[in-house]
C-alpha cells in the first residue's frame, strides 16, 4: 500500500490546527469551570486556593468542582441580570452621541458608532446610586448572589456564541465573515468580526456596556456590602476600588479608541471575546475587591497614597501610549511627540477586495519603546489595585496573573497578524523596535 506524501508546510498546518481546536475546546470547558472555582474559593474557602486544593483532596475533584457551580437558573438572579442589561441597551440606543467611524476592515467595512459611552456610565452610576437612595435596589445582593448572578451570564453568553456563530455564516451583518475551519473553533474565535442584532453593535455592548459596566458597579457593591459588614469601608477597599474607577472612567473616556483598537478590529465576536466579557470578566476581574470584602486590610496611610498615585500614574502612562497612537493616526503623522517630530515607517498592504493601502507604523514616544508598551502601565496598574489585598492569599493577584499571559498571548497574536498583514514593512518594523513589551526583557 502507497501512503499519500504529504507537502510539509501542509503537515505543519494540519498539526497547528488541531492543536489549536484542542486547545480551544480545552479553553471552553475549563474557563467556566475556573471562574465558578474563583468564586467558590472566595466566598467559601476564604480565598484560599490551598485550601479548596485541600477540600478536594479530601472530598475528590468531582465532588469538589461540582459543589463549586452555582444554580444557573436562579429567579432572583435572572431577573437582576436581564434588568440589568435592559437598561443597559436602553441607554446604549437612547443616549445621544456623536457618531463616528472606525478603522476600516481588510474587506473595506468602515464600523460606526454613537459616541456616548461616557455619558451612559455616568448615568448609570447616578441612577443605581438613586435606586440604592430611594431603597429599591440593595447593592449586597450582589455579592450575596454573585454566584448565581456568575452562573445565569455564563449560561447566557454561552447561548450568545451559539447564535452569533450560526448568525456569521447563515446571516452576517458584513463582509467581515468566515468559518475558522471547524465548529469548535467557530464557536471560541466567533464566525463575524462587526455583528449587529437590532440595530446594536454586539461587541460594543459585551465588551463596554455589559462587562466594563459591570466591573465598575460590581466592585462598588462589594465596598458597600463591607460597610454594610464592618462599619467602615478599609483603606484597602478605598485603594482598591478607587484605582479601578479612575481606570473604567478613562476607558470610558477613550471609548472611541478602544472601538479602533486590536480587540475590536481583529477579535471575532465568539466565546473569547464576548463570554469573555459577559463571564470572565466579571468574576475574574472583581476577584480581588470580592476577596477584600470580606478581608478588610487598614494601610497605613502613607502606603494607601503611595498605592494610589503609582497606580494614577500607571493608567495615565496606558491612557497617554493610546492616545499617542490615536492622535498621530488622526493627523497622519503629522504631530510633534515628547518634544520631537514623530518618526515612522511607511506600510504597504492589500486588502481582501485587492485594493492597495498605506499604514503608518509609529516609532516615536512609548511606541519606539516597545511594540506593546500601553500593556506595561495596564499591568502596573492591575498589581497597584490588587496589592492592597497583601500577600497572605494568591487570591487577590489573580486578576493580574492572568492579565500578564492574556497581554502576552495577545502580543504575539498581534505580531503575526501584523507580520502577515505589512510582510517585509512589519519585520522593517521590529527591527526599529525590537522588544513586544518590556524593554530589555520581553
Request: aromatic share 18%; with cysteine; charged share 15%.
Amino acid at each position: 500500500m502507497i501512503l499519500p506524501s504529504f507537502d510539509s508546510h501542509v503537515h505543519l498546518c494540519l498539526v497547528k490546527t488541531l492543536f489549536s481546536t484542542l486547545f480551544a475546546l480545552f479553553l471552553l470547558t475549563a474557563s467556566p469551570i475556573f471562574i465558578f472555582v474563583v468564586w467558590h474559593t472566595n466566598h467559601h474557602l476564604d480565598g484560599s486556593y490551598t485550601e479548596f486544593v485541600s477540600v478536594a483532596a479530601r472530598d475528590g475533584i468531582s465532588s469538589t468542582l461540582a459543589a463549586s457551580i452555582p444554580n444557573m437558573f436562579d429567579k432572583e438572579a435572572w431577573e437582576y441580570l436581564v434588568s440589568f442589561i435592559a437598561i443597559q441597551l436602553a441607554m446604549m440606543v437612547l443616549i445621544p452621541g456623536k457618531t463616528y467611524q472606525a478603522s476600516m476592515t481588510e474587506t473595506g467595512h468602515v464600523p460606526t458608532y454613537t459616541d456616548n459611552g461616557l455619558t451612559q456610565y455616568l448615568a448609570s452610576v447616578v441612577f443605581y446610586s438613586w435606586l440604592v437612595y430611594e431603597g429599591v435596589f440593595d447593592p449586597c445582593v450582589v455579592y450575596d448572589k454573585m454566584g448565581e448572578l456568575l452562573g445565569a451570564s455564563s449560561f447566557l453568553a454561552l447561548s450568545l456564541c451559539v447564535i452569533l456563530s450560526i448568525k456569521g455564516l447563515k446571516a452576517p451583518s458584513t463582509k467581515d465573515n468566515g468559518t475558522n475551519g471547524n465548529l469548535i473553533m467557530d464557536i471560541f474565535w466567533g464566525t463575524e468580526l462587526y455583528p449587529r442584532i437590532f440595530g446594536v453593535d454586539v461587541k460594543m455592548f459585551t465588551n463596554c456596556r455589559f462587562g466594563m459596566m459591570f466591573w465598575q458597579l460590581g466592585i462598588l457593591c462589594f465596598a458597600y456590602k463591607q460597610h454594610a459588614i464592618l462599619g467602615y469601608v478599609s483603606t484597602s477597599m478605598l485603594v482598591n476600588v478607587g484605582l479601578q474607577t479612575v481606570y473604567i472612567i478613562k476607558f470610558f473616556w477613550w471609548e472611541r479608541g478602544y472601538m479602533s483598537s486590536m480587540d475590536i478590529q481583529h477579535d471575532r465576536a465568539g466565546f473569547y471575546l464576548c463570554w469573555g466579557c459577559m463571564a470572565f470578566l466579571p468574576m475574574v476581574y472583581t476577584s480581588h475587591s470580592h476577596y477584600l470584602t470580606t478581608h478588610p486590610v487598614m494601610l497605613p496611610p502613607y502606603l494607601a497614597l503611595t498605592i494610589f498615585f503609582v497606580g494614577c500614574f500607571a493608567i495615565w502612562m496606558n491612557y497617554d501610549a493610546d492616545f499617542q497612537r490615536q492622535a498621530f493616526r488622526a493627523k497622519n503623522g503629522n504631530i510633534t511627540i515628547w518634544g520631537k517630530p514623530a518618526t515612522f515607517i511607511t506600510a504597504k498592504y492589500v486588502t481582501t477586495d485587492g485594493t492597495p493601502h498605506t499604514s503608518l507604523l509609529l516609532t516615536s514616544g512609548w511606541w519606539g519603546v516597545s511594540r506593546h508598551f500601553h500593556y506595561v502601565g495596564e499591568l502596573l496598574a492591575a498589581f497597584c489595585w490588587c496589592c492592597p489585598g497583601l500577600f497572605y492569599h494568591i487570591m487577590p493577584f489573580t486578576y493580574f496573573f492572568i492579565l500578564f499571559c492574556i497581554l502576552l498571548h495577545r502580543s504575539f497574536r498581534d505580531d503575526e497578524r501584523c507580520g502577515r498583514k505589512y510582510g517585509i514593512f512589519w519585520g522593517e518594523y521590529c527591527a526599529s523596535v525590537k522588544y513586544k513589551i518590556i524593554p530589555g526583557i520581553i
